[in-house]
């Protein structure tokens, strides 16, 4: 069964550029053109599609405003907005009526990669059990404050460091969480850092802003609630997961961007219990009851709730429009990697070191999946990272 996906742009030259780079996705894509938000409406009311991708420069109606009448009619499609980096504040007025943004001019395979990204999404989004275990908390968890200045920060033409330190020192607990991960031994600074600014110079304002997005979401949520699931704990774990799932990245010689993908997705992965437990506090305290009884944590909750925490997670992740590669890692962050260096990808990252990761605090599960890696072509990395992960992200 073919995926459909319609793409808006009022120039009938982007629109052929589109069709030429998607060509090889004929057989799996059914794939459709319209000039204006007028024929796009008009074609999604004839045959909806899965993915709809619309130029935010679309004369007479834009497409953030298509794609906000797209998002009330059929909220089930998955929504892109493709603009340059002229429009910068044009996208982040549209903030909400999209999942994803794609910059144009686009690369090569970034399209079809965007597309495939999008089906994940799609069935998270239309995943009503979900939706239910979301929509269960009183005040669903939202962007930090500090995360949107920090943001707003970056993209103005007099970005500092010592502006983004500022942003950051103005909230101690976050500032405190911060500097705590970047002194552990998974970033091996060879000095320790007691400002995030400095921080930011030496890791790059991109790590710097996953650390402050992670840290203001986990607080977020209130230790009050569950004490079996306490926040600081999974923070801990996550943080762990994600400086670890960084350092398979660069080990393996991966993009600076991959990196920092992995390691936003491996700090991020487990958001989805603490949303779980919060939601449904009675429900969940009798899932953690039933660990060490022989079923999973995955089993168990799908038993309680008929879907899992990745799921959740890479749901909210999807909402905040969080890079495509991190909501797939954090998806798919339980399943088992694969053991070639040229598969892994984010996902495979974070993979390997949630296995890792298990493997130091006893898992005998993930212990026979590390001996498999120990066997293949991965076999030489493997010692390495079992060191870094039997640090425990302590400084």
């Not at 597309?115 to 069935?123: D, F, P, S, T």
Request: hydrophobic share 45%.
């Amino acid at each position: 069964m073919s995926h459909r996906a319609l793409f808006v742009d009022g120039h009938s030259e982007s629109l052929e550029r589109i069709h030429r780079q998607l060509g090889a996705l004929k057989n799996d894509w059914e794939l459709r053109f319209a000039g204006s938000a007028a024929e796009a409406l008009n074609l999604l009311g004839m045959h909806p599609c899965d993915v709809l991708v619309a130029d935010i420069g679309l004369q007479e109606t834009d497409g953030a405003a298509l794609l906000a009448e797209v998002c009330r009619r059929w909220p089930g499609i998955i929504r892109m907005l493709m603009a340059d980096a002229s429009q910068q504040a044009a996208v982040v007025r549209a903030v909400g009526v999209y999942h994803r943004v794609v910059v144009k001019p686009t690369e090569p395979g970034a399209l079809a990669e965007a597309l495939r990204q999008a089906l994940v999404l799609k069935g998270l989004v239309q995943n009503e059990n979900v939706r239910k275990v979301v929509t269960g908390l009183r005040a669903m968890p939202t962007l930090p404050t500090v995360y949107t200045r920090l943001v707003e920060e970056l993209q103005s033409p007099d970005c500092s460091l010592d502006g983004v330190g500022k942003i950051v020192a103005a909230d101690p607990g976050l500032t405190s969480r911060v500097l705590q991960l970047v002194n552990s031994a998974c970033f091996g600074l060879s000095r320790r850092i007691t400002s995030p600014s400095v921080a930011a110079g030496l890791l790059g304002l991109n790590m710097l802003r996953a650390l402050v997005l992670a840290g203001g979401i986990f607080g977020q949520f209130s230790a009050r609630t569950m004490r079996e699931l306490a926040p600081e704990r999974v923070w801990q774990r996550s943080a762990q997961v994600g400086a670890l799932a960084r350092s398979v990245v660069l080990s393996l010689q991966g993009s600076r961007e991959e990196s920092e993908d992995a390691f936003l997705a491996g700090i991020m992965q487990d958001v989805g219990q603490l949303v779980m437990a919060h939601s449904h506090p009675d429900a969940y305290r009798e899932v953690l009851a039933a660990l060490g009884q022989g079923e999973s944590l995955i089993s168990l909750e799908r038993e309680a709730f008929s879907t899992e925490h990745p799921a959740v997670g890479a749901y909210l992740l999807g909402l905040w429009n969080l890079p495509g590669p991190a909501v797939e890692a954090v998806a798919f962050h339980h399943s088992r990697p694969a053991d070639n260096a040229a598969l892994l990808g984010v996902s495979g990252a974070v993979q390997v070191a949630n296995l890792l990761v298990a493997e130091h605090e006893g898992d005998l599960a993930a212990r026979a999946g590390v001996a498999v890696l120990q066997q293949g072509p991965l076999s030489a990395h493997v010692g390495t990272w079992q060191s870094i992960a039997l640090t425990g992200g302590a400084a």
